[in-house]
């Protein structure tokens, strides 16, 4: 809306306990005000207002410290554009240096400036974060990106030589992937993602 608030969970909270209730609406200065008195972690405040608040497009963003995203940010290399997940990212994919605990908000400028127009981030020695223009297609970047960082891991893994992709086979199916209109990424599994977890629990709706 005009008021350029977004939705964030509370501090204290395990991701299993956020429910679309609990979700705490702040402004892009990290003011509640939705008269909840939630409490917020500032570093979670820093990271996803900067993002909202220099990205008009940027309507989901999810940053996550999973293993496999934590792993490859500790890489020089970072994600290496070996298996199919990894491809459409290639020249997609920004990258942030580590600066400590995201506490600072000149920070900010510094993370909107390294992820630029991308759909997504590696911030090194941290984690992954993606932006997109709606949470289905959010969360399916987010998936592609850590299923990119668990199979790459694996492959260096064995210790044996990598098969390479030619540069031009990489730019093409970059080209096919989040941006095309031929591949609905997020549109077409997100509903049969949320009738999966309505089966499982259904509290998330509450």
């Known amino acids: 809306g005009p008021q350029e608030h977004f939705l964030l969970n509370a501090f204290g909270m395990a991701f299993d306990e956020v429910t679309a209730s609990n979700l705490v ?27 909202h608040g220099g990205r008009d497009d940027a309507r989901c963003v999810i940053h996550t410290h999973s293993t496999a995203g934590v792993a490859v940010s500790m890489l020089e290399e ?17 990258y942030h240096d580590y600066e400590g605990l995201a506490l ?23 984690g992954l974060l993606v932006a997109a223009r709606s949470i289905p297609l959010a969360f399916s970047i987010l998936h592609h990106l850590e299923k990119a960082c668990q199979v790459q891991l694996m492959a260096m893994a064995t210790g044996r030589r990598l098969n390479a992709v030619p540069e031009s086979v990489s730019v093409k199916t970059a080209a096919q992937g989040f941006d095309s ?9 997100w509903p049969a993602m949320l009738r999966h977890l309505n089966r499982i629990d259904p509290s998330y709706r509450s």
């Open 25 to 51: 609406r702040i402004d892009l200065d990290g003011n509640v005000v939705d008269g909840s008195n939630a409490r917020i972690h500032k570093a979670g405040f820093v990271i996803h207002s900067a993002v």
């Open 78 to 94: 970072g994600l290496l554009p070996l298996s199919q997940h990894a491809q459409l990212f290639y020249q997609r994919l920004g």
């Open 104 to 126: 600072d908000l000149d920070e900010r400028a510094r993370l909107v400036r390294d992820l630029g127009s991308y759909p997504a981030m590696i911030l090194r020695n941290h």
């Open 181 to 189: 209109d031929d591949a609905p990424f997020g549109e077409v599994e």
